[in-house]
């Protein structure tokens, strides 16, 4: 049998390894996990959730706490519509959050970044544009945008310098949705550079309604193949979602995808940015721990570890300092349910939500754990200390057990003193 090493994704000019680290919001696909796996000749992604509260984590600005100074005043009221984004600030994280990154790339591979376009941030064709165009500024290898398609969002970056040479992908779950965008684009004459076709055992929001059970990723694989063939159109495809060994991997590659993206395997990294004691929860979960819910207030399902601290918790809306899944009109399907059960039950300090949570909060805190289907299988992928625990792996371990392993075989790590 072949291993993944057999094959090679072009882009352009460049020749990789076909793995991509696919994004995962918010800095939980630090750079440092992108970097190592740019440097083993892969494509690495961060992303741009919620920048601005990373860049204060990470380069110790202040854009949160600002933020919410200006807007304090409207902290107990129920419209969130005044609460904006500054857009130079938050270019300017952007860039810092970017640079930063590209500054300390070595190796063949690329860094790409994860653009949720769900994010809508109370102005979303604005806030979508100054992200793109600040994370081409700052020397992004690509951008892949996710979650909530933006038909135009090629548009909205077209007359930067980068717009041709950068590369751009989107991710998609379906032929239908790959068609609109294509023919929305078609405008600008620019073809993505690759389509990431994300199947319904991913982690993060799913493309799929609650009937996400019905699909297969490779029959839809199979069909976008199809199509692009018969449309004599060239794009690279990368399979994503449920990907858990090299040989899963090679079973893509060789039914006609360039690459594919992986995460969940890499969520129990030590370079991964949840914190260690999260990671340990990961490698806990059960299958049965494992739920797609309808938490999320995006409307998109998503998949999450059941015991997470997100669900049912009836914390106030955070929009005056965080506020990124604020509609155009400042709504968020949160803000509506928190209201109603205060409104329910007077005078209780705490009330339980139990049908949507406050991702940005819960997000921001590393306590919505959203995971992957096979999340129950990392288990199997390390080795257990004395103590119970599971050791971590590093990010270079799970690349290259990806890239080389063959047999549906997942290599354990030398056991730490
Ligand atoms: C913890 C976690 C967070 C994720 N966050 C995002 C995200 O912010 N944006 C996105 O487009 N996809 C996100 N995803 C989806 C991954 O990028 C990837 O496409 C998918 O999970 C691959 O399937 P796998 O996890 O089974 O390997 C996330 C996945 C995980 C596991």
């Known amino acids: 049998m072949k291993c993944v090493d057999d094959f090679r994704l072009r882009l352009g000019e460049h020749e990789l390894v076909p793995i991509m680290q696919g994004g995962m919001g918010v800095d939980i696909s630090t750079a440092s996990l992108a970097l190592?796996?740019?440097?083993?000749?892969?494509?690495?992604?961060?992303?741009?959730?919620?920048?601005?509260?990373?860049?204060?984590?990470?380069?110790?600005?202040?854009?949160?706490?600002?933020?919410?100074?200006?807007?304090?005043?409207?902290?107990?009221?129920?419209?969130?519509?005044?609460?904006?984004?500054?857009?130079?600030?938050l270019a300017d994280a952007t860039r810092m959050h970017v640079r930063s990154a590209m500054d300390a790339k070595q190796g063949n591979g690329l860094i790409f970044i994860n653009c949720m376009e769900k994010l809508t941030m109370n102005a979303p064709k604005e806030t979508l544009k100054v992200r793109m165009h600040a994370a081409l500024d700052a020397g992004i290898d690509g951008i892949t945008l996710a979650a909530g398609l933006h038909l135009g969002s090629f548009a909205l970056i077209e007359d930067h310098p980068r717009f041709r040479e950068a590369k751009l992908g989107i991710i998609v779950s379906s032929l239908r949705a790959l068609q609109l965008f294509l023919k929305k684009t078609a405008r600008t004459k620019r073809q993505p550079d690759y389509v990431v076709i994300e199947g319904p055992l991913a982690g993060g929001h799913l493309g799929f309604g609650m009937d996400w059970d019905q699909y297969n990723l490779a029959d839809i694989v199979v069909e976008i193949r199809d199509w692009l063939k018969a449309e004599n159109l060239d794009i690279p495809l990368i399979a994503a979602g449920g990907i858990f060994t090299g040989s899963d991997a090679v079973r893509f590659l060789e039914m006609g995808a360039s690459g594919v993206q992986v995460a969940t395997r890499f969520t129990v990294t030590h370079e991964c940015g949840l914190p260690d004691k999260i990671k340990q929860e990961y490698f806990r979960a059960d299958e049965e721990d494992i739920e797609v819910n309808q938490l999320s207030p995006t409307g998109y399902p998503m998949r999450m570890i059941k015991q997470c601290p997100a669900i049912g918790d009836g914390i106030r809306p955070n929009c005056e300092a965080y506020g990124y899944l604020l509609d155009a009109s400042g709504s968020c399907q949160y803000i509506e349910a928190y209201n109603r059960e205060v409104a329910a039950h007077p005078g209780e300090r705490r009330v339980k939500v139990m049908d949507k949570t406050c991702l940005c909060t819960h997000m921001r805190n590393f306590d919505c754990w959203t995971c992957g289907q096979y999340t129950y299988r990392l288990k199997d992928t390390t080795v257990r200390k004395a103590d119970g625990s599971y050791q971590l792996l590093s990010a270079e371990h799970v690349f290259r057990d990806y890239q080389f392993s063959k047999d549906d075989q997942i290599a354990l790590p030398a056991v730490e003193a």
Do not use: W
Request: charge should be positive; avoid cysteine.
């Open 36 to 89: 190592e796996v740019a440097r083993l000749g892969g494509i690495g992604h961060i992303s741009d959730a919620m920048v601005p509260t990373v860049a204060d984590r990470r380069f110790n600005t202040k854009y949160v706490k600002n933020k919410l100074k200006q807007y304090k005043f409207n902290v107990e009221n129920t419209d969130k519509s005044v609460v904006k984004f500054d857009l130079q600030e």
